[in-house]
């Protein structure tokens, strides 16, 4: 069939029938032995930006006025039908890439990002993933990514903590969603932009804490699992949230208003290779509360107490992603050096107005941090990059005595 054959048979429905045809043609044209050829992905392209989002018209120019809320609705619930009735996860993909990948247009943003947070809240697994290698394929860091994780943020993590356990529940659902997910959020917090500093909302927090101190493999879970994804395409790496969350639980102490909670004691072995918790993880004891043994953290704990809590399932997170086999691919080094400018501003601070820095809580906390997760990294071999030139960076940072011994210790080993 020709392409003026195909739309003329298009254009005999009404929308949203005709989204619901042209995604069948699509699968048509897409889906086979071979990847498509040229010609067969500029047609499939054609059909979606005139069948699906009504972005032109029969001749081929732009509308300027695009579908209305209704109609997304609509062409909402047409997508969701599909990508949940699809039995081959390759197929998904492949439509779900072709209908949102590389595009620029706010207009099909604005219909995924409804269409992702409408996900959520029915916790559609096939969807759910399907978003997950879209945010792998477009790069969690991304700024549409990150303009997608805002919107869930705020429609599921500012105001309504209702629905907690709902939220609890998709990293055993859709764990690859969930990991790329918690990657990018990790960009949207805890830097500065022009003057001020993004705090994660309280229900965030609580989640992401829940999520990584009950499952440790989670944040390695869209490595695990590889998308699979169209024949032809070229499979963008998953980048795991680790280093983002590091740089959560160190920086914390000093960028949160709250007293620090207690810390992690680690007792140092005669040959420093290794770093040990010295209590269990589900005997430590935040001030006068236990924490729950399902890790979900109780409402009257302290943020303070959460990072803690978050900072231990980090290190957790950092064991289980030791590579048996193949070179690290959990934490990049490079990431982690960037900790490094937002500890000397803190300290320079404290400095400027004369405080010993051996004396300010906050700033110890945060370099035993650095110390116990860069140690539990490199003993379990979860680091990749450039080691020394992250050893070199921690070594520009004031006195602490846990830093020293794990700086030391690996630059004889390098």
């Given at each position: 069939m020709s392409i003026s054959d195909l739309k003329h048979a298009l254009r005999k429905y009404e929308f949203p029938a005709c989204a619901k045809e042209a995604l069948i043609r699509i699968e048509q044209l897409l889906v086979g032995r071979a990847a498509p050829s040229t010609k067969q992905m500029d047609i499939a392209m054609d059909i979606i930006a005139e069948f699906v989002f009504c972005e032109t018209d029969r001749r081929g120019g732009r509308r300027s006025v695009g579908i209305s809320p209704l109609q997304e609705l609509q062409l909402i619930d047409v997508i969701c039908e599909y990508i949940s009735a699809c039995a081959s996860e390759t197929t998904k993909n492949t439509i779900f890439l072709s209908l949102f990948g590389g595009m620029e247009s706010q207009r099909r943003l604005k219909v995924l990002s409804i269409l992702a947070s409408m996900a959520v809240s029915a916790s559609s697994t096939p969807v759910l993933l399907a978003v997950g290698v879209w945010l792998q394929q477009m790069g969690c860091s991304s700024s549409q990514s990150l303009?997608?994780?805002?919107?869930?943020?705020?429609?599921?993590?500012?105001?309504?903590?209702?629905?907690?356990?709902?939220?609890?529940?998709?990293?055993?659902?859709?764990?690859?969603?969930?990991?790329?997910?918690?990657?990018?959020?990790?960009?949207?917090?805890?830097?500065?932009?022009?003057?001020?500093?993004?705090?994660?909302?309280?229900?965030?927090?609580?989640?992401?804490?829940?999520?990584?101190?009950?499952?440790?493999?989670?944040?390695?879970?869209?490595?695990?699992?590889?998308?699979?994804?169209p024949s032809g395409s070229i499979p963008m790496a998953a980048v795991t949230p680790l280093a983002g969350l590091v740089h959560w639980c160190a920086l914390a102490p000093i960028y949160s208003g709250e007293s620090t909670a207690p810390k992690l004691r680690f007792k140092e072995r005669s040959n420093?290779?290794?770093?040990?918790?010295?209590?269990?993880?589900?005997?430590?004891?935040?001030?006068?509360?236990?924490?729950?043994?399902?890790?979900?953290?109780?409402?009257?704990?302290?943020?303070?107490?959460?990072?803690?809590?978050?900072?231990?399932?980090?290190?957790?997170?950092?064991?289980?992603?030791?590579?048996?086999?193949?070179?690290?691919?959990?934490?990049?080094?490079?990431?982690?050096?960037?900790?490094?400018?937002?500890?000397?501003?803190?300290?320079?601070?404290?400095?400027?107005?004369?405080?010993?820095?051996?004396?300010?809580?906050?700033?110890q906390d945060c370099f035993d941090r650095i110390g116990q997760a860069v140690q539990v990294a490199l003993a379990n071999g979860c680091v990749y990059g450039n080691i020394s030139n992250l050893l070199a960076a921690l070594d520009t940072l004031p006195e602490n005595r846990l830093l020293r011994i794990i700086i030391k210790t690996h630059q004889q080993t390098i």
């Open positions: 303009q997608l994780a805002e919107n869930i943020i705020r429609d599921h993590f500012f105001l309504n903590t209702s629905n907690q356990m709902m939220l609890k529940s998709l990293a055993n659902t859709a764990p690859q969603f969930v990991s790329n997910f918690i990657t990018a959020v990790t960009e949207l917090y805890m830097h500065d932009v022009q003057g001020t500093r993004k705090m994660p909302p309280r229900n965030l927090l609580e989640v992401i804490t829940c999520w990584v101190y009950s499952n440790p493999t989670l944040c390695m879970s869209a490595q695990l699992n590889p998308a699979a994804l420093v290779e290794m770093a040990d918790i010295q209590v269990p993880m589900k005997r430590i004891k935040l001030e006068n509360d236990h924490i729950p043994k399902q890790g979900v953290p109780q409402k009257t704990v302290t943020e303070a107490e959460l990072y803690t809590q978050l900072h231990l399932g980090v290190l957790h997170s950092l064991r289980a992603g030791r590579r048996t086999h193949g070179p690290p691919t959990a934490v990049n080094a490079q990431n982690l050096v960037g900790l490094t400018p937002h500890v000397q501003a803190y300290a320079h601070s404290l400095l400027k107005r004369g405080i010993k820095l051996q004396n300010d809580e906050k700033l």
